[in-house]
């Protein structure tokens, strides 16, 4: 009741000739109505006896048909809605109403609405009956849609039909509809009486003598066509075309208006899509390249794994769906990412590489051209730019390589697809688009779908919209869905972002085709994500050697009666008279022999060449005039204008009337003095390096938890004004109008997710500086198969190179097990540098040689200067590699911590090595130890030190460049102090840290004339402790042994 006065309320009074528009005109018109307050609807409506709280939809419903016109409400309405305008007292706005007359007239059975005596209050009820009905069908049919091609799973895993639904398996029978209502005239000792209140509860009351009666349809659906009232069996038999035929929808989440309109409209319009004669042999041919492509491959190579896509071929006509409407709708490339399953048929069927490229692949004896390991097939990216035959224009498709980890290229894509639309300006997504493909069994068990999804929205983040295909063969390799996922659908994941999922049996060709065209046009339209569920089976194991009846024997027999679907469309148009025979079979052998030229062609082929395989190319990035680039070192320094510029920039507030924060104008007032003393501290460090960056045209894209401000509120890079809501303003955009953009956001809490997108960013240009930080060291290893499966040995499986820079937070500061550690031991252990050989050394060119030839750069710097230098050479280099920078804690504001402009202007650079610069240099020989150290330690230890009054006996160097491990440096570092014995000292335990990684690789310098001794802490299983005074206790016993120089004395 309550909600039938707020409704009825606002209501306005208008005269109805007013709005006198005929009912088809005015469905897009109500697309977009919401009850506007001012409409006032005057009459105390409670007093009516017929309204109540569940039927305030109705009344409303008639309150605006009648607003739009008078004589399309029953007469009853009609009266009732002007007294009530008119200002009737309580309880008499209603009255009875004349006999049914002309108003009704286009109600083909109007007589039997109400009947000549109508009861109003059972008209209402009826009428909400079966608006709750149409409702249900919208909310539930998918339940009950014929998903499952083998017609012997659930997609939902419920066997039930939904009781509020008037269906069965055999739907459409309307002689099943009959005996569901029938069921309602049982008399009340024939059955249980829980069954016929449920029963009775589920269909609201209506009963067999109803179906003939017509009904008012609401504006919430559009099964009437032009119709604006149906009789009650045509209501259902619509609704059940709708929504339980072959595609099931699932979009009632949704919670805007407009959109589920859109969707309503799809699928609920009277006729459905038919498909013209050419548009059905165009589905035909590309059904049959899908299955003929399998069958060939099965053919030739018998005993390859192939991860074949039989059972689930019209993938392939899916995608191209998918493909042709977005490009109708304006998308130039499309980034694609996808697991094993059908990989080799995408590629040569959607993404249309070379036949003769794939099938050489499956050449055990040709030798790879290019250097590293490669990938076998089902993992290698592909980049083709292409005619898109139906639509005549230009379209790229790429499809990202991916590793074995499920659903972990899903991020990445997304990144890539953000770059790419960002540098071609794309602000909307209309021009460039992502497309991604998952199992059943991973997209509904991989957390990293859920981390993805949520990137799909933010701002920094989003590709405005991506459309999601699931292959849903309903099995994972060898388990049941009922076991793999708690969830009804694989894909109810996506409706956390309240994307709309249409589910479809994949042996339905025009379906798929049309449930595609659909989901591409959504994206176009809404921009949002958007999910196509193919349900299918897996006609093999889970590859072409595995026998799947050992674990799925009846779903196996039923799968090896299945009449593909290929030939069952096939058929299908042959029986329609839209194909002749003949023509199939021709358009079948043109294709096969299409493979069989390829087929001979790629025994031509010599060699493998892993670069043909390709994501992401760089034209231009690693040669100059058809040449390749010189390798040498630029300087990164940077002329004292540049400095002081950049620094005048992070120091000021470059907009008008913009308050900051009382707190920040102390931070920025003391930036500018150190300004003007020539120094920087590590925040300035960094802003050095993007500000000159920026000016020289390089995109920087820094991305985390947190870090516009800065986990440690050093960075500051957006001023918030404190007066007005969400006004701010980044002064690094602000530095010359022709500057690169400086991108700085802060991401969702997500590692995995985050990482991998700025990973995929950082894959589509080489020249931007992408930065991903996380919040503290430690918690990278969330993300850590990004990092294992991409970072680490990108280059060396996919020939492809990426400079994305991981800021690491690390540092042993007393603040317990947690948030100390970044884990470089780790980082280290992945690095490709052989401990054991000391390799040759060309003075001219063995840093830049080193870098090359490394899988990743790990680096832990101790001052600004060098952490300027390290991000611009990043860049500066004419190729790429990932870097991993663990960055300090309470270094940021350390007073020793600070550089000084003339460690950054021209002719500097980065120091892989900083050298014993104090009185120990002076007097070498003298120097009774060479302590080696790297990052923060080195303060404690040099101020140890100076306590002890030991500079002139112990010398301390620091290792920047942690890998590729600086011997040529070491080695000259250790020649110097010939009598000194060799400390590695770290404040991680002996374990952790770098010691492992830094000790054979000093041995070999060394050529293992000395030993190299430990100083830290010992091993330990957690990273550090959580007690103040042990951690103290802790450094202070290490700082004894680094330098009581008879500490190994007893050892040597
Ligand atoms: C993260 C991850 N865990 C486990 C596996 C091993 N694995 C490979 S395929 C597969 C089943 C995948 O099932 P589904 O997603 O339904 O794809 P389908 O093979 O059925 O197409 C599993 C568990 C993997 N590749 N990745
Ligand atoms: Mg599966």
């Not at 709005?19 to 005109?25: D, F, G």
Request: proline share 6%.
């Amino acid at each position: 009741m309550h909600r039938l006065r707020t409704c009825a309320s606002r209501l306005r009074p208008l005269t109805a000739s007013q709005t006198v528009q005929s009912r088809s005109q005015q469905r897009p018109a109500l697309l977009n109505r919401t009850l506007q307050p001012i409409r006032r609807y005057t009459a105390p409506v409670a007093a009516e006896p017929f309204l109540n709280g569940t039927s305030s939809n109705y009344v409303e419903e008639m309150y605006l048909a009648w607003l739009e016109d008078p004589k399309s409400v029953h007469k009853s309405w009609d009266v009732f809605f002007r007294n009530a305008n008119a200002g009737a007292p309580p309880g008499t706005a209603y009255q009875s109403p004349p006999p049914l007359g002309t108003s009704l007239a286009s109600l083909t059975q109007a007589q039997s609405v109400v009947g000549a005596q109508p009861n109003v209050e059972k008209l209402v009820e009826d009428h909400l009956a079966v608006q709750s009905l149409i409702r249900a069908y919208q909310i539930r049919g998918h339940h009950v849609a014929q998903l499952d091609p083998l017609g012997i799973m659930d997609a939902d895993l419920d066997s039930l039909p939904p009781s509020d639904i008037i269906t069965s398996n055999d739907k459409l029978d309307i002689r099943v509809v009959k005996e569901r209502l029938s069921i309602l005239t049982v008399g009340e000792s024939d059955c249980d009486s829980h069954i016929r209140d449920d029963v009775k509860r589920g269909f609201y009351g209506l009963d067999e003598s109803d179906l003939d009666k017509v009904f008012r349809l609401p504006t919430t659906t559009f099964i009437g066509g032009e119709e604006s009232a149906l009789p009650l069996r045509e209501i259902i038999r619509r609704l059940e075309m709708s929504y339980c035929q072959h595609i099931g929808v699932e979009f009632m989440f949704i919670n805007d208006l407009d959109q589920c309109q859109w969707i309503r409209e799809k699928f609920e319009r009277p006729g459905g899509r038919t498909f013209s004669l050419e548009e059905k042999r165009t589905l035909m041919a590309r059904m049959i390249r899908s299955t003929r492509f399998e069958e060939f491959l099965q053919r030739k190579w018998s005993s390859e794994k192939r991860f074949g896509l039989e059972g689930c071929e019209s993938l392939i006509p899916a995608l191209k769906t998918i493909i042709d409407k977005s490009s109708e709708n304006g998308v130039e490339t499309v980034i694609m990412g996808m697991p094993h399953r059908g990989r080799l048929n995408v590629l040569a069927n959607v993404i249309r590489k070379e036949l003769e490229q794939i099938f050489c692949q499956f050449d055990s004896k040709l030798e790879a051209a290019d250097e590293g390991s490669g990938d076998v097939k089902y993992h290698l990216g592909m980049y083709h730019r292409r005619i898109n035959r139906v639509t005549d224009r230009n379209i790229t498709l790429s499809l990202v390589a991916n590793p074995s980890h499920l659903e972990a290229v899903n991020p990445v894509v997304q990144g890539k697809c953000k770059a790419e639309q960002f540098y071609c300006g794309d602000t909307d997504g209309k021009r460039v688009m992502s497309v991604l493909l998952h199992g059943d069994a991973a997209f509904a068990g991989q957390g990293i779908v859920y981390e993805t999804f949520h990137l799909s929205d933010l701002p920094s983040y989003t590709t405005h919209g991506t459309v999601h295909v699931v292959a849903n063969n309903q099995i994972g390799f060898t388990t049941d869905p009922r076991e793999s996922r708690s969830s009804p659908y694989p894909t109810d994941v996506a409706r956390v972002v309240n994307a709309p999922i249409f589910h479809v049996n994949a042996d339905d060709p025009e379906a798929v085709a049309y449930v595609c065209e659909v989901a591409a046009e959504w994206r176009a339209t809404f921009h949002k994500d958007v999910v196509v569920d193919l349900v299918c089976y897996r006609r093999n194991g889970h590859n072409e050697m595995d026998e799947p009846m050992f674990t799925q024997p009846l779903m196996y027999k039923q799968i090896k009666k299945q009449k593909g679907v290929m030939q069952k469309y096939a058929e299908k148009l042959i029986e329609e008279g839209s194909v002749t025979r003949q023509e199939y079979e021709e358009e079948i052998a043109k294709y096969d022999k299409i493979c069989e030229e390829a087929h001979a062609r790629s025994k031509d082929e010599k060699i493998l060449h892993i670069k043909h395989w390709l994501d992401s190319p760089w034209p231009g990035f690693f040669t100059l005039d058809g040449q390749s680039k010189s390798m040498s070192a630029p300087s990164t320094g940077l002329t004292e204008e540049e400095l002081s510029h950049i620094g005048q920039v992070a120091s000021s507030v470059p907009v008008e009337d913009f308050t900051i924060h009382g707190g920040l104008s102390r931070v920025l007032k003391s930036r500018g003095e150190m300004i003007r003393n020539r120094t920087v501290d590590w925040a300035l460090g960094e802003y050095m390096a993007f500000g000159s960056l920026l000016k020289e045209g390089i995109h920087v894209r820094l991305s985390g938890q947190d870090v516009e401000r800065g986990t440690f509120s050093h960075r500051h890079h957006v001023l918030h004004d404190q007066n007005v809501d969400k006004r701010t303003c980044i002064p690094m955009n602000h530095m010359d109008p022709n500057q690169a953009p400086y991108t700085v956001c802060n991401s969702s809490l997500s590692e995995y997710g985050v990482l991998g997108f700025e990973l995929g960013f950082a894959m589509a240009s080489p020249n931007a500086l992408v930065l991903w930080e996380a919040q503290f060291g430690d918690f990278h290893n969330t993300a850590q198969c990004i990092i294992d499966q991409f970072i680490c040995p990108g280059q060396a499986k996919w020939v492809r190179q990426n400079g994305i820079v991981l800021l690491l937070p690390h540092g042993m500061e007393g603040m317990g097990p947690e948030h100390s550690s970044a884990r470089p031991e780790r980082f280290l252990q992945m690095c490709n540098d052989d401990p054991d050989v000391y390799p040759k050394i060309n003075p001219e060119d063995f840093a830049v040689q080193q870098l090359i030839d490394c899988n990743w750069i790990v680096c832990n710097i101790s001052n600004p200067a060098n952490l300027f230098h390290v991000l611009r050479r990043q860049i500066l280099y004419p190729f790429r590699k990932p870097l991993i920078i663990f960055t300090p804690k309470s270094l940021l504001r350390h007073p020793e911590a600070k550089s000084n402009f003339d460690d950054m202007l021209p002719g500097t650079h980065f120091q892989r090595l900083i050298s014993e610069a104090g009185p120990a240099a002076e007097n070498p020989a003298d120097v009774k130890r060479l302590v080696f150290c790297t990052g923060k330690v080195y303060y404690e230890l040099n101020r140890e030190r100076k306590t002890r009054g030991m500079e002139n006996t112990v010398a301390i160097s620091r290792i920047e460049q942690l890998s590729p491990f600086p011997f040529d440096l070491l080695k000259s570092e250790t020649e110097k102090y010939p009598n000194a014995d060799i400390v590695w000292c770290q404040e991680e335990h002996k374990n952790q840290g770098y010691y492992d990684y830094v000790k054979p690789r000093m041995r070999t310098t060394i050529a293992r004339v000395k030993p190299v001794w430990y100083a830290g802490r010992g091993s330990a299983a957690a990273p550090a402790t959580g007690n103040k005074k042990a951690h103290l206790l802790e450094l202070s016993r290490f700082l004894d042994t680094a330098f009581d120089l008879d500490a190994f004395k007893e050892h040597e």
